[in-house]
């Protein structure tokens, strides 16, 4: 099979469908190839907030100009997100989170973001009563929110579909194809696809296909299990996450709870990734019940519906790589988004269309280079939180 298409986008979650979008609307021929299912990985997987806060201070400008785009992003795909605005708390839990958050803060507000610290038990039961009377304090973030993941990507797919993209599913992309130095598309178990641009966004799996061509993209990965209970009454209308990162909530529109637990290093290969191999074990999933109900204490009698694990992508430096690659003409990049890529999902589509298409971005890409010299110390902990 041979077949042709001016921009072929790996990877069918969040990134790839919002580029999609914005390249298909700019008047681009566009395919998505997906391995799994829309949504099937990272994105799916993810708790779904829509943060500013606990932002890598390079991330912020992208992270504030997304919020911007969430708040009208039902309108522009003409779909329900299940977007709520409700704000973001990150809990103090001992004195040295309070230093911490209350340091954290104050960084960010001068950065332009709304942000502002809760002192004490009673400002931050007076915000979300649900919380146990041992958080100290927090961090609270007005403008944060969160959405439904699967019907983001959807609707992004959906609305890239309008505008003439196309979209195949559980087909495994094999190689890039190559005339020397330029990318002319990929090669896949169902044959050989041209174009004239390629986006790899394919999450874990990125640094796979790269290697085709002797690239190396150097990221680690993390497993972070999440728990979904069942329809609850309300309890908490805020994202939830704690100083050190080992916690994060949000109750879902229709009452259900997710939470997660920190992510833990794994090495696991993606060829043949199936669910089970991404579920979490019973040592891992106890921790996360016990922290959950010892930060939530009404948590302890809801009961769960589903369990499961998410892979993060970490990058050194604990922020995405949205660059062209410079070995190879016609490739761009967009992954390593660790863990916090949703919320970006806006902003990254805007950003691989200006890349395609040749267009000067409004935002500083520097620190997202392909090529960059990364840092181990701003890492960010992986979280799922978006």
């Not at 340091?103 to 400002?123: C, F, H, P, V, W």
Request: aromatic residues 4%.
């Amino acid at each position: 099979m041979m077949d042709s298409s001016s921009v072929l986008i790996v990877g069918g979650g969040i990134t790839g469908c919002a580029a999609a979008w914005e390249l298909a609307r700019s008047g681009a021929t566009v395919r998505v190839l997906e391995k799994r299912d829309l949504a099937s990985m990272g994105s799916g997987r993810t708790l779904a907030g829509v943060r500013q806060s606990g932002r890598h201070p390079a991330e912020m400008p992208l992270a504030m100009a997304a919020v911007r785009r969430w708040e009208t992003l039902h309108d522009e795909l003409d779909a329900d997100l299940e977007y709520r605005q409700d704000g973001n708390l990150r809990l103090a839990e001992d004195a040295a989170d309070a230093a911490f958050i209350q340091k954290m803060a104050e960084t960010q507000r001068s950065l332009g973001l709304d942000i502002r610290y809760l002192d004490g038990n009673d400002e931050v039961r007076g915000v979300a009563p649900a919380l146990s009377e041992t958080i100290s304090g927090a961090a609270f973030t007005p403008s944060d929110g969160h959405a439904n993941p699967i019907a983001t990507v959807r609707a992004y797919a959906t609305a890239a579909e309008r505008a003439g993209a196309r979209f195949e599913s559980g087909l495994t992309v094999t190689a890039l194809a190559r005339d020397g130095d330029c990318v002319t598309g990929v090669e896949t178990d169902r044959g050989t696809y041209q174009a004239e641009q390629v986006v790899v966004a394919a999450g874990v799996e990125t640094p796979n296909i790269l290697k085709s061509a002797g690239l190396e993209f150097a990221i680690s990965l993390a497993m972070v299990p999440v728990v979904q209970t069942v329809p609850i009454n309300p309890l908490f209308k805020q994202v939830l996450g704690t100083a050190k990162a080992h916690f994060a909530a949000r109750q879902e529109v229709d009452g259900r709870v997710r939470f997660s637990s920190g992510g833990h290093p794994i090495v696991v290969s993606t060829e043949g990734l199936t669910r089970d191999d991404m579920q979490p074990g019973c040592g891992r999933t106890a921790e996360t019940l016990a922290r959950a109900v010892s930060i939530i204490p009404a948590l302890a009698e809801a009961p769960i519906s589903q369990i499961w694990g998410g892979l993060v992508d970490l990058t050194p430096d604990g922020i995405p790589v949205i660059d062209r690659v410079t070995e190879l003409e016609g490739l761009t990049v967009a992954a390593g988004f660790c863990g916090h890529g949703f919320c970006l999902g806006p902003v990254s589509g805007e950003i691989i269309r200006d890349l395609v298409l040749g267009r000067t971005s409004r935002f500083d890409l520097e620190p997202f280079r392909w090529n960059r010299s990364v840092a181990h110390e701003n890492a960010d902990s992986p979280e799922l939180l978006g």
